[in-house]
């Protein structure tokens, strides 16, 4: 099929689209005109025979969606040049409006602040996007990147599929959690109940009457004072010690981290009340890209981590269900994969890949297994983790000689690279700072220890950058591959947003249901995703879910006999994945 590109490039009254099959040039629209011209442009061509090519999706796919328009595929300039600018031998400079954002940090969106800078004209937007595909043509393994660049873009489109459908939440019940807790909801400014009763035990038993156990350094000081030998109020250090103060300030700790990350105040700020029959939803705010290695951040929110004591608000809608499917070590499959290390594959192909490592006798346990596998990816070297590498090298050679490579090029100032062609940012002027003053001939044995720490760690971020960015590309792959099988499915007659699901070119104002009407990603992390679905369609998604995972590791890694085993759970509740 001939895919043809399309360049959607927003202005402040709404966006210009340039098709090359149209002879009168770009097209100036609103919005919702936008929406229909490509929901239309889609039903002729398919999603597949249309790709759209826009600066950032941030800044275009939103006001698509909140029109009722949803699209197949698209090239996100911008995620693509953050990944091009360190993948190419010669320096890659982009214009303004293409600045990529700084490492670990939210992507802006060119709606945010347009500007003669920052707004791009189509010819701009065309330039750019052949520069990128001339760089992919020519690099060493053209293929893989172009892979990279595609499931990259495709993860921009799931992020902002997910906040604007949002995750199914029950604010009365998130409530009650937090009132089973914590106690009733305090006055702005005032402890919980149940947060106020331990902090006066905490101060009966530390005979500190005026002690703030949220002050880190005041409540540190007590601690010592009655004479606990720690130097921090580390929980790993708090349990070690035999003073009755333990369990209840370790109880506080705990509370205190469910109310500040998710108690009442965040209930307020991320999860919107349901309008016109819809549940509660919480409007994730991912940032695809937005760590060095591709895996995701968040600009807010906590979406990355739902903590268990709050799953059991995550609830389906009527009639719904919840698809919860969660991938086992991913990133020693990756490294499998990658070093093509049939050995370390084969303990991994009946499930549990640390449960194959002590039937391989490389060690006894599973938990020691999984303390060497993780020394192995992360570069420990201290304790247990010593006992073990050596063992896991003797086994797997290629897995555990392809990490130490990654390792000393790290250390030596050098760069490494995912399977599909992240590559890792350079080391910046102070490390080179650093490393040279060890060298000059008055440096003194202070001077070389910090330029041997400084080497150590970068050879444990190259070391686990590799494998750790492997693992990202396999499950964007996933999400990508079960985003478009889901896509693919009609929605249910007896649906209330069905009918709206399958006419895209809303009108002005118009929204769809969620997903519109079909199975739909809501949720992500990592290795762990959850589709909203749908009850009669369940099944079929588990089983979506699971090929699209094996469907990943083909794309990744050829015929190598490779296995992503998923745990798969089809529940009301986030809560009961957890159970079954």
């Not at 307020?268 to 760590?291: A, H, I, N, Q």
């Not at 990658?338 to 194959?356: E, I, P, S, V």
């Amino acid at each position: 099929m001939r895919v043809v590109d399309v360049v959607v490039v927003p202005t402040r009254a709404g966006a210009l689209v340039a098709d090359p099959g149209v002879e009168h040039g770009p097209a100036e629209m609103s919005w919702d005109e936008a929406a229909a011209w490509i929901a239309n442009r889609q039903r002729v061509a398919g999603e597949d025979g249309v790709r759209w090519v826009w600066p950032d999706t941030g800044s275009v796919y939103a006001r698509l969606l909140a029109a009722g328009t949803r699209v197949g595929r698209c090239v996100d300039l911008r995620l693509c040049h953050a990944i091009l600018r360190f993948a190419t031998p010669k320096p890659w400079t982009a214009p303004p409006w293409l600045a990529p954002a700084p490492v670990e940090a939210p992507a802006p969106t060119l709606l945010d602040d347009l500007t003669p800078d920052t707004t791009p004209t189509v010819e701009e937007v065309r330039a750019e996007h052949d520069r990128q595909q001339a760089a992919v043509a020519a690099a060493d393994d053209p293929g893989r990147l172009r892979l990279l660049l595609a499931a990259e873009s495709a993860g921009a489109l799931i992020a902002a599929e997910m906040r604007a459908d949002g995750l199914p939440w029950d604010r009365a019940r998130h409530d009650a959690i937090l009132t089973a807790e914590l106690g009733p909801r305090p006055p702005r400014g005032m402890r919980p109940e149940r947060l106020e009763q331990l902090a006066v035990e905490i101060r009966e038993l530390l005979h500190s009457p005026g002690l703030n156990p949220d002050s880190q350094v005041t409540l540190l000081r007590a601690l010592r004072h009655a004479g606990l030998d720690i130097t921090s109020t580390a929980k790993w250090e708090l349990t070690g010690q035999a003073h009755p103060v333990v369990a209840p300030l370790l109880e506080y700790k705990r509370l205190a981290r469910l109310l500040s990350a998710n108690g009442w105040s965040w209930l307020d700020t991320w999860v919107e009340p349901g309008t016109l029959g819809r549940s509660d939803r919480f409007r994730t705010d991912y940032v695809p890209g937005g760590v060095v290695t591709g895996r995701w951040a968040t600009s807010g929110g906590g979406a990355l981590q739902i903590p268990k004591a709050v799953r059991a608000a995550v609830v389906a809608d009527p009639g719904w269900r919840l698809v919860v499917a969660d991938a086992a070590q991913v990133e020693p499959r990756a490294l499998a994969g990658m070093a093509g290390d049939l050995a370390l594959a084969r303990a991994g192909q009946d499930g549990d890949l640390y449960a194959g490592l002590v039937a391989s006798g490389v060690v006894e346990t599973r938990d020691r297994a999984k303390v060497g596998m993780l020394s192995a990816l992360y570069g420990g070297t201290a304790g247990e983790a010593g006992v073990l590498l050596p063992r896991l090298r003797r086994a797997y050679p290629l897995a555990t000689g392809l990490v130490d490579r990654a390792a000393q090029v790290g250390e030596r100032g050098g760069t490494v690279r995912s399977w599909l062609g992240r590559t890792s940012p350079p080391p910046g002027p102070a490390w080179h700072s650093v490393q040279g003053r060890a060298g000059e001939t008055d440096a003194d044995q202070g001077d070389e220890r910090r330029a041997r720490a400084q080497a150590r760690d970068r050879g444990r971020f190259t070391r686990n950058f590799v494998v750790q960015g492997t693992a990202a590309e396999w499950a964007l792959c996933w999400m990508a591959e079960t985003r478009r099988r889901l896509r693919a499915l009609t929605p249910l007659a007896d649906d209330p947003g069905a009918a709206r699901g399958r006419s895209a070119t809303a009108t002005s104002g118009a929204g769809t249901a969620p997903g519109q009407g079909r199975p739909h990603l809501v949720f992500f992390l990592h290795d762990e995703i959850v589709v909203h679905t749908p009850e009669p369609l369940a099944a079929q998604v588990a089983e979506i879910v699971q090929d699209s995972a094996s469907t990943a590791g083909r794309l990744l890694f050829g015929g190598f006999p490779l296995s992503f085993p998923l745990h798969v759970a089809t529940v009301q509740t986030y809560a009961e994945a957890d159970k079954t």
